[in-house]
C-alpha cells in the first residue's frame, strides 16, 4: 500500500532539487531513449525542468526496485505525464505521454533516469 502523503513528500523532494539544479537527465548510451526525446522534439533543458516541476501526485505511477548491482537498496519513482511538444522534424503539436523515472539520492541529488516516451501506457495509483 503506497500513502498519498509519502509520494506527495517525495515530489516535494525532487521539485526541490529540480528547482536548486541539484538533478541531471541521463543521457548516456544506455539511455538512448532519453537521447530520442531531445532529437525528436524540441525540447530543451528549460522545457523539461519544467515539466518535471509540473508533476503531480496524481502522476504517480509506481516504486521499482534498482534492479542495478550493488544499488538494490535504491527505490526508483515512477511518473507518467503527457506534454504538447513539437516535432523536431514536422510543424506538428503532438501530445507526448512521458514516463519519468527518478532515483533520489541521499545527498538529496535527484537522478532523472528515465525521461522519454512512454512505450506502454501506465497506470496511474491515485487515478
Known amino acids: 500500500m503506497i500513502d498519498r502523503k509519502e509520494i506527495e513528500q517525495y515530489l516535494a523532494e525532487v521539485k526541490k532539487a529540480v528547482e536548486s539544479d541539484r538533478y541531471r537527465?541521463?543521457?548516456?548510451p544506455r539511455r538512448q531513449d532519453n537521447i530520442d526525446l531531445f532529437l525528436d522534439y524540441i525540447i530543451d533543458e528549460a522545457k523539461a525542468k519544467e515539466i518535471l516541476l509540473s508533476l503531480t501526485v496524481l502522476d504517480f505511477s509506481a516504486i521499482l526496485q534498482n534492479e542495478h548491482k550493488g544499488f538494490e537498496h535504491e527505490r526508483l519513482y515512477v511518473f507518467?505525464?503527457?506534454?504538447?511538444?513539437?516535432?523536431r522534424n514536422g510543424t506538428e503539436e503532438k501530445t507526448v505521454?512521458?514516463?519519468i523515472k527518478f532515483n533520489k539520492l541521499e545527498n538529496c541529488f535527484v537522478i532523472v533516469i528515465s525521461f522519454h516516451k512512454q512505450k506502454y501506457p501506465l497506470t496511474y495509483y491515485f487515478r
Not at 25 to 28: A, L, P
Not at 80 to 87: F, H, N, S, W, Y
Open 25 to 28: 537527465i541521463e543521457r548516456n
Open 80 to 87: 507518467g505525464k503527457d506534454v504538447i511538444l513539437l516535432e
Open 97 to 99: 505521454p512521458l514516463y
